[in-house]
C-alpha cells in the first residue's frame, strides 16, 4: 500500500527524532580530515562497516575492491536500496577549516564525506525503529564514483556480483551534497545528468632542435591547433538547442624549453544528453584531431582512445514525483525545487539492476553567510560565485547533516511497508 506523502512525512518524524546529529557531525568531521582517493577508500569503508555492523546490520565487505554493503531484513516487504560513494579527490584543499583534510593534496572536494554519513545516520535510523517500516534496507558505500583509476565504482561492485549477492531491489535511491541556497531539496524527473566520455589523444610529431623547426613536424603546434578548433565542433556543429560541453582537461608537451618534442597529449571530457548528440560530438572530435594532424604532416596518424564512459542518469519520473511529494510534505513546498537537467554525472545509474527504478536528488549545502556575500543579485549568478563541488574551498554548512539523513530516511519509507 502507497502511503499518502503526509503519513510519510509523520513516519519520518518519528524515525529520525533520536538521531545524534552531533555524534554524525564529528563523524563527518573525521571523515574529512582522513580523505581516500579512488579504490583505496580502506579506512573509510571500515568505519562504514563497523558504524553498519554496530546497528544490526549484516554487513560484507569488499565487495568490488573496497565497496561496502549492509543488509537489514525487517519481514515481509519492498528492498529498498540506499547508496552513498566514499572516495575523495586529488584537489589541495584551501579551506582552512579546523577539521581540513591532513593528506596533502587530497580533499573530500565533492562531499562523498558527507554522503557516507548521510547513509550512516539513515541506517542507524531505520535500524532503531523497526517497528515504524517492513521490508529490507540494503546499504551501499560505493567506491571510486570519481573514476580516478579510470574505472566506474559501481561497475566493479556489479561486476562482482553485486546484483546476484544480495536482495534485489524495488527502488535505489542516492543523493549528492550541492552548492546553493541552504537546505533546498533539487529534484528533476527523468534526464537528471548527461553521459560522459573522457577522451585520450596522443598526437606524434618528429622531434628536433628549437632552433631548427623546419626539420621538424612540431606536436605541439598541431595540439594547439586541435584544442582551438575542437571548440567549434561544438558551437559550429551542433544545434543551439543540444546540449554538449567539451573540456580540455590536459595539454602535456615536451620537457625543455629548446626541443620540439615528438609527441604531445591531450585529454577531453565530453557531457552530452542524448546518445545522438553524443554520437555526432564524438564523430567530430575524432575528425577535426585526424584532419589537423593531416594539415600539419604528422608523420603518423592521431591516437584516439575513449578511456572512460558513463551513462546519461535517468530517474523514474514516477518515483521521482512521489518521493519529491514526500520531501515537500518533511521539509515545505518551498523547499523542493527542480532546476532541470546538469550536465554532471554520475555512475549511480549502473548500480540499479535492469528494470530497477532509481531516483537521484541534490541537497543544497552553501553557508547562508556565504551565500549572501557572493556577488550578484539573482541565484544564478550568486550559484557561478559560491565554491562548488571539486573546488579546495567547497565546504558544506554542517547543518545539512541531519537534513541528508531524513530525505534518505523519508525516500524509504515511501517504498517501505508501515
Given at each position: 500500500?502507497?502511503r ?8 519520518t518524524r ?12 564529528d563523524f563527518y568531521?573525521?571523515?574529512h580530515?582522513?580523505?581516500?582517493l ?8 571500515a568505519?562504514l ?13 569488499g565487495?568490488g575492491r ?6 537489514l531484513?525487517?519481514?515481509?516487504g519492498?528492498v529498498?536500496?540506499l547508496?552513498g ?18 593528506r596533502?593534496?587530497?580533499m573530500h ?23 515504524a517500516w517492513?521490508?529490507?534496507l540494503?546499504?551501499?558505500?560505493q ?7 579510470g ?7 556489479a561486476?562482482?556480483g553485486l546484483?546476484?549477492?544480495f536482495?534485489r ?10 552548492p ?7 529534484h ?7 553521459a560522459?566520455?573522457d577522451i585520450?589523444?596522443r ?7 628549437g632552433?631548427r623547426?623546419e ?5 605541439v ?14 558551437s ?5 538547442t ?6 580540455v582537461?590536459?595539454f ?19 557531457r ?10 564524438l564523430a ?7 584532419g ?5 604532416g604528422?608523420?603518423?596518424?592521431p ?7 558513463l551513462?546519461a ?17 518533511v ?7 527542480d532546476l ?5 554525472s554520475e555512475?549511480?545509474s549502473?548500480?540499479a539492476?535492469?528494470?530497477t527504478p532509481?531516483?537521484?536528488?541534490y ?22 560565485r ?7 574551498l567547497?565546504a558544506?554548512?554542517l547543518?545539512?547533516v541531519?537534513?541528508g ?14
Amino acid at each position: 500500500m502507497i502511503r499518502s506523502s503526509g503519513d510519510v512525512a509523520e513516519a519520518t518524524r518519528d524515525v529520525t527524532a533520536g538521531v545524534d546529529g552531533e555524534g554524525l557531525t564529528d563523524f563527518y568531521r573525521d571523515l574529512h580530515r582522513h580523505p581516500e582517493l579512488s579504490m583505496a577508500e580502506n579506512r573509510t569503508a571500515a568505519l562504514l562497516a563497523g558504524r553498519l555492523r554496530a546497528a544490526g546490520l549484516e554487513v560484507t565487505e569488499g565487495v568490488g575492491r573496497t565497496g561496502v554493503v549492509g543488509v537489514l531484513r525487517n519481514g515481509d516487504g519492498p528492498v529498498v536500496w540506499l547508496r552513498g560513494d566514499t572516495d575523495a579527490l586529488p584537489v589541495r584543499e584551501e579551506t582552512g577549516l579546523p577539521y581540513a583534510s591532513g593528506r596533502a593534496g587530497v580533499m573530500h572536494a565533492c562531499g562523498h564525506d558527507m554522503h557516507v554519513t548521510w547513509l550512516v545516520g539513515a541506517a542507524e535510523a531505520l535500524a532503531a525503529a523497526r517497528d515504524a517500516w517492513a521490508g529490507t534496507l540494503v546499504v551501499i558505500g560505493q567506491p571510486a564514483e570519481e573514476g580516478g583509476t579510470g574505472e566506474s565504482g559501481a561497475a566493479a561492485m556489479a561486476a562482482d556480483g553485486l546484483h546476484d549477492r544480495f536482495p534485489r531491489p524495488d527502488a535505489l535511491f542516492g543523493q549528492h551534497v550541492a552548492p546553493g541556497p541552504l537546505g533546498l531539496v533539487l529534484h528533476t524527473p527523468g534526464l537528471t545528468m548527461a553521459a560522459m566520455d573522457d577522451i585520450d589523444i596522443r598526437i606524434h610529431g618528429r622531434g628536433g632542435h628549437g632552433s631548427r623547426p623546419e626539420a621538424t613536424v612540431d606536436p605541439v603546434l598541431a595540439a594547439a591547433h586541435v584544442v582551438t578548433r575542437l571548440q567549434s565542433g561544438v558551437s559550429r556543429e551542433l544545434a543551439a538547442t543540444d546540449v554538449a560541453v567539451l573540456t580540455v582537461g590536459r595539454f602535456h608537451a615536451g620537457a625543455k624549453h629548446n626541443i620540439i618534442p615528438s609527441e604531445a597529449e591531450l585529454a577531453l571530457n565530453l557531457r552530452t544528453r542524448v546518445p545522438e548528440v553524443r554520437e555526432r560530438a564524438l564523430a567530430a572530435i575524432r575528425r577535426i584531431v585526424e584532419g589537423e594532424c593531416a594539415a600539419a604532416g604528422c608523420p603518423r596518424p592521431p591516437e584516439i582512445d575513449i578511456a572512460y564512459s558513463l551513462p546519461a542518469t535517468v530517474d523514474d519520473a514516477a518515483l521521482d514525483g512521489r518521493v519529491a511529494a514526500v520531501h515537500r510534505a518533511v521539509f515545505g513546498d518551498g523547499a523542493v525545487v527542480d532546476l532541470g537537467p546538469v550536465t554532471g554525472s554520475e555512475d549511480v545509474s549502473l548500480l540499479a539492476p535492469a528494470d530497477t527504478p532509481y531516483d537521484y536528488w541534490y541537497v543544497t549545502s552553501t553557508p547562508q553567510d556565504v551565500w549572501e556575500e557572493a556577488e550578484g543579485e539573482s541565484p544564478a549568478e550568486k550559484f557561478a560565485r559560491v565554491p562548488s563541488n571539486h573546488s579546495g574551498l567547497f565546504a558544506p554548512d554542517l547543518s545539512v547533516v541531519p537534513v541528508g539523513v531524513r530525505t534518505l530516511v523519508s525516500a524509504a519509507l515511501s517504498v517501505f511497508s508501515f
